[in-house]
């Protein structure tokens, strides 16, 4: 088992190691484009660690800014600590360069040939789809076609959200 | 847009309905029906692109949380979410916490085919989804260039190819992989897609 599932996957592992790390109280987008998060989950995780007393958080020029507090905050740190065992890049410049930027909205809205674009090498696909367990993708998207179902029924060519 | 249309939205019935809706996937797809309704009464169209989009497709179970609406105006958007009490987090991101819903808005020419665009209906609200070729397309293009998702990348075209095997238009599918140069990341996905 990975370490981040003991606090709940790798979204809260991480979001509170850059807590741990930061020497000023940052935004939550900051704190995503940092560490390479998805903005929204990020978000959520912020509003748990403030729910639960981890994270303090104060309201400067219409921005929310979140830093450790000092005793569930220091406590988590620590057992984060005591499970970590790779350094981390704490570049915030380099997320927030143009390049990472372009990569950002490309999963967005298809980009323009960019001149940041990637050499296109073909990666091993295999091992890529070989990191989950066998048969955990196909149960996955099984649960997908079935949940959608479950929630819209298609009624001329328009998908219905059922009550 | 009239400057008091939508002051009372906290005391609105719809804003009572989407509160008390607990799953937080019914929720966001409420209110992105909500909202691209009150934008299109505004003259202005919007698509759900993105994670959320195959978040929709997949019914949550590959969720990324992060809800990318692509705009034609973003100043009318932006007016009617600060309306709809979302507080400004970052450059295009807007968050109201107390739905615990998060925006992309982002205000650049939607690149997808707008005549494949599927259509949601929630409630009495229509929601406009980029297709599913489209977000295949974009996500081998992240797999097979930014490569810094792959594994979510592939997953994510593998499962939209399975679940949309039977309406799938694969010619168009194709001509998008030959234009994008990711003829074989396409190869690749639906190898997995078969077997998956």
Redesign the interface.
Known sequence: MKAEMLLGGKTRFTVLGALADAKAPL????IAIAR?L????T??TL?EFSEFGIARSQVKR???YYSLSGGPGRAAVNFLRSLETKPRSDDIEEWLSPKMRS?RL??????ERSRF??D?K??D?GK??S??VRGE??A??M???I??D???EE?N?????KE | MKPDKYSKFRTSPEYREMKQEGDLFRRRIFFLGFLSSKLKEEGVDAILVGGEAIDLYTAGTFATSDIDLVVNNKGITEKLLNKFEFARQGNEIWFNSDLNVILQVIDKDYSGDLKRLKKFRVKEYELRVAAPEDLIQNRLYSAKFWKSSAQRDMEESVALLRIFEGTIDNSYLDILAKENDIEDYLAEARKYASKA
């Open positions: 935004t939550a987008y900051q390479g998805d903005p929204a989950a978000y959520r509003a219409n921005q929310r990569e490309s999963k967005i809205v298809r980009l674009r990637g296109g073909m990666q696909i890529i789809m990191r989950r993708l196909s996955l998207i649960s997908s076609k949940a959608f479950e929630l819209f009624k060519g328009v998908f219905v959200l």
